[in-house]
């Protein structure tokens, strides 16, 4: 029972010092866990010892030779070294899944890197290549240190209660849940109340709607990557918390636009973007879409369109079509729907353009996704070849164009209504 964790590095003394402690000491005391600690320095056969050399084709640092990793390696028999880690910062991260993957294994092996890292190589001999995050640290020890306590508190009697490994951040979709002890008044900051009210079916839901909470603020990725297992109500919760957050505009300017040749002109309005755009909109819960054209023939015809569906026969014979045209406000200038904005928002509106260029102000759209949460947002799409300078001038924020994956770069504006919602707000 327990894992043997083999530890070759040219500093095992930091690995060997951690696990000396705490729950990890009382671990290896019930031989829950052991370590085998290899100094790769050891497995050198060169009268100096070396264990690193210089990059070929340049560059600066040292790197670790394979020689003395693998002769440290090749010195465990193939049960005794079960599977390989390597440390790297260029790894897969690191994460609960796999702590709980490799904690059935009787032994693992890792690879502690020190320098600019390690021959590249070694890699044929390395079942996984970890990191344990977007950063860079000096040495793999730490990294092993991290690896060895998230593995071992998952085998059976290291942690002393298994409920609390249950109820983890992580072990389930979402982080877990606030935590309070005693005193129950610090410094006038009060324990939340349903928590002493002894009704476990409440403080149950109070925990669960917390853990929600706290990863759709936190840490998105995580839901976005577990969908497929959430339920009905959860779906339900995260996407009136994601509502709750933000709260966007769009407006489709038809004036002023640039034409092919970069010239100012006015585009006519098309029923599919009134339409499509009407349904995305609504679809993401945003706000209002602002159609703007100066063109009373153009506004008339914009009107009789989303009246047949809102009011007229439309109304009747498809009921979502007009839920999803009454999102539609018909402005003659897009001051007006900046006006409009303002008058309905209690948030600081920030205005972001889209292009398929960049521009100094070109934000990306983790960045946007932040803005919008403690502002209201105003996005403008161009119609005909895009928005005139004179607009793009007025904007706070130029949003990242849309790469696609070829040479053809040419989005209906509809579509890049689509992707652009849906990057913000879809998850
Ligand atoms: C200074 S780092 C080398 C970084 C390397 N030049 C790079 O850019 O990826 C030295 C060693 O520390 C370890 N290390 C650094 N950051 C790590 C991370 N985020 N996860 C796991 N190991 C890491 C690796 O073993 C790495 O080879």
């Known amino acids: 029972m327990g894992i043997t964790f083999n530890?070759?590095?040219?500093?095992?003394?930091?690995?060997?010092?951690?696990?000396?402690?705490?729950?990890?000491?009382?671990?290896?005391?019930?031989?829950?866990?052991?370590?085998?600690?290899?100094?790769?320095?050891?497995?050198?056969?060169?009268?100096?010892?070396q264990v690193d050399d210089v990059p070929y084709g340049g560059g600066s640092g040292m790197i670790l030779k394979p020689e003395p990793v693998i002769n440290a390696l090749s010195s465990l028999t193939d049960e005794k070294k079960g599977k390989v880690i390597l440390l790297s910062a260029k790894g897969i991260k690191f994460n609960q899944e796999l702590a709980n993957k490799l904690k059935d294994e009787k032994y693992l092996t890792i690879i502690c890197p020190r320098y600019e890292g390690i021959d590249e190589r070694v890699k044929n001999w390395v079942d996984y290549e970890i990191?344990?995050?977007?950063?860079?640290?000096?040495?793999g020890e730490v990294g092993a240190c991290v690896l060895i306590e998230a593995i071992s508190r998952l085998i059976p009697g290291v942690v002393g209660k298994e409920e609390s490994i249950k109820y983890e951040s992580f072990q389930d979709i979402f982080l877990e849940y606030p935590q309070y002890t005693r005193p129950f008044d610090f410094n006038g900051l009060k324990v939340p109340e349903i928590l002493l009210s002894g009704h476990h079916r409440n403080i149950e839901k109070w925990r669960k709607d917390k853990s929600i909470e706290i990863t759709v603020k936190n840490r998105l990725d995580l839901i976005i990557e577990r969908k497929r297992i959430l339920d009905r109500s959860e779906i339900e919760k995260i996407k009136e918390l994601i509502l709750k957050d933000y709260e966007i505009y769009v407006a489709l300017l038809h004036y002023p636009v640039l034409n092919k040749k970069g010239e100012i002109v006015s585009t006519a309005i098309t029923h599919m973007d009134i339409h499509d755009i009407a349904r995305v909109c609504r679809t993401y819960g945003i706000k209002k879409y602002y159609i703007v054209t100066p063109d009373s023939e153009q506004i008339n015809y914009a009107l009789r369109v989303i009246r047949h569906w809102t009011e007229g026969y439309g109304k009747e014979f498809n009921p979502s079509r007009k839920e999803a045209l009454k999102v539609i406000d018909v402005k003659k200038y897009f001051e007006e729907a900046i006006n409009d904005v303002k008058s309905l928002?209690?948030?600081?509106?920030?205005?972001?353009?889209?292009?398929?260029?960049?521009?100094?102000?070109?934000?990306?759209?983790?960045?946007?996704?932040?803005?919008?949460?403690?502002?209201?947002?105003?996005?403008?799409?161009?119609?005909?070849?895009?928005l005139s300078n004179e607009i793009k001038d007025k904007m706070d924020y130029m949003l990242?164009?849309?790469?696609?994956?070829?040479?053809?770069?040419?989005?209906?504006?509809?579509?890049?209504?689509?992707?652009?919602?849906?990057?913000?707000?879809?998850?």
């Open 131 to 139: 990191s344990i995050g977007d950063y860079v640290i000096m040495g």
């Open 400 to 427: 990242e164009p849309i790469y696609g994956l070829t040479d053809f770069n040419h989005l209906s504006v509809r579509s890049a209504v689509s992707i652009i919602i849906d990057r913000i707000l879809g998850f």
């Open 7 to 49: 530890i070759l590095s040219i500093f095992p003394e930091i690995v060997e010092c951690f696990v000396n402690y705490s729950l990890l000491k009382r671990a290896k005391e019930k031989n829950l866990v052991s370590f085998n600690f290899l100094n790769i320095r050891d497995f050198c056969k060169d009268k100096h010892k």
């Open 345 to 386: 928002t209690k948030r600081n509106l920030k205005l972001v353009g889209t292009s398929a260029k960049i521009y100094k102000k070109t934000i990306t759209f983790s960045q946007l996704k932040e803005i919008g949460k403690n502002n209201a947002l105003l996005l403008v799409f161009g119609t005909g070849w895009g």
